[in-house]
């Protein structure tokens, strides 16, 4: 036997809306046409399919049955059309994204979940990459766009934009070290035990910039590569943590005090060169995903506030 996917569609409308008449509306047909295409399926399968009464219709066992088998032919049929059209698509070069580990975090995986979903046809390199080298590769055409941290931005001839705030802050265990103060300074968290990151991550390097010959001595107690398992880490009270507010779960148990140090005030930048800003339509789409994610971080909340910071972000 042979049946017409439009035929089945159909008929499974029917059986979900439990009447021809709703049936025919999701399918755009009218009564009389849907009604005829239902007695035709009948005619063809050699048996009764509905039960129909003045409130409506259901499936007899033979319905249900069509019915069962119906959806899975029309979804195998769905996943043959994708399979198909995947090589029909316009074979494009993906788009390369650049960020630094804070962004990596949480901002990125957030907008390249919306953005990939709505875009089947473009993809995305992603790569992990400190400002200096996310610069030049951008200056080289060698990536589409990046985030970068104002501090470390400079004059590149890019077009940038303020994308988010990506302050640090001290976290420790709710009620422990941390509890009743505001603000400390990095020498005195130093004073107490801290995990961090490993030494070649990009927040361990930049902290290790800023403090230069006039570093403390710190006591790390473990130092892992993962900012998930540093904030439980510092949560579960095995030592004070340095981490950027949006990396913080809202719903974690941690104590947060801001960091009073100049470097501590941070903010990503959108960057990108001026050519890719005007003439591509996937770029400009991944960067108002991007746009977006950072708009809806609600972690944004745990980041101190400074006025200097406000006002870069109003002016630009």
């Known amino acids: 036997m042979r049946y017409d996917l439009d035929d089945l569609r159909l008929f499974l409308h029917v059986v979900a809306e439990g009447s021809i008449t709703a049936g025919a509306h999701r399918m755009h047909l009218s009564l009389p046409s849907a009604s005829a295409r239902v007695r035709a399926l009948e005619h063809h399968a050699g048996v009764s399919l509905l039960i129909r009464g003045r409130r409506g219709a259901r499936p007899t066992p033979a ?96 077009h940038m934009e303020p994308l988010g705030d990506d302050s640090l802050v001290v976290i420790g265990q709710a009620g422990g070290i941390l509890a009743g103060r505001t603000a400390l300074t990095y020498r005195e968290v130093a004073e107490h035990p801290l995990v961090g990151l490993d030494a070649g991550s990009s927040l361990r390097r930049w902290i290790e910039k800023h403090l230069g010959d006039h570093a ?86 745990h980041a101190p506030e400074d006025p200097v910071s406000q006002q870069f972000f109003h002016d630009g």
């Open 63 to 158: 319905g249900t049955t069509l019915a069962r088998h119906a959806r899975e032919v029309l979804a195998q049929t769905a996943r043959l059309d994708n399979a198909v059209a995947s090589y029909t698509r316009s074979s494009t070069a993906p788009l390369t994204l650049l960020a630094g580990g804070s962004a990596m975090h949480r901002l990125v995986p957030q907008a390249l979940i919306s953005f990939l979903g709505s875009h089947p046809d473009v993809d995305v390199t992603v790569s992990e990459c400190r400002t200096p080298q996310t610069i030049r590769m951008l200056a080289a055409g060698e990536a589409d766009l990046g985030i970068v941290l104002d501090d470390e931005a400079g004059d590149s001839g890019l």
């Open 216 to 301: 403390p001595v710190v006591r790390h107690r473990t130092t892992v590569a993962d900012l998930n398992v540093l904030v439980s880490l510092a949560a579960a009270g095995v030592g004070l943590a340095v981490v950027p507010g949006r990396a913080i779960d809202p719903r974690q148990p941690v104590d947060v005090c801001e960091l009073r140090e100049p470097w501590a005030r941070r903010h990503h930048l959108l960057a990108w060169t001026v050519k890719d800003h005007t003439g591509s339509t996937a770029t400009a789409a991944l960067a108002e995903h991007l746009r977006h994610a950072a708009g809806s971080d609600p972690t944004a909340r």
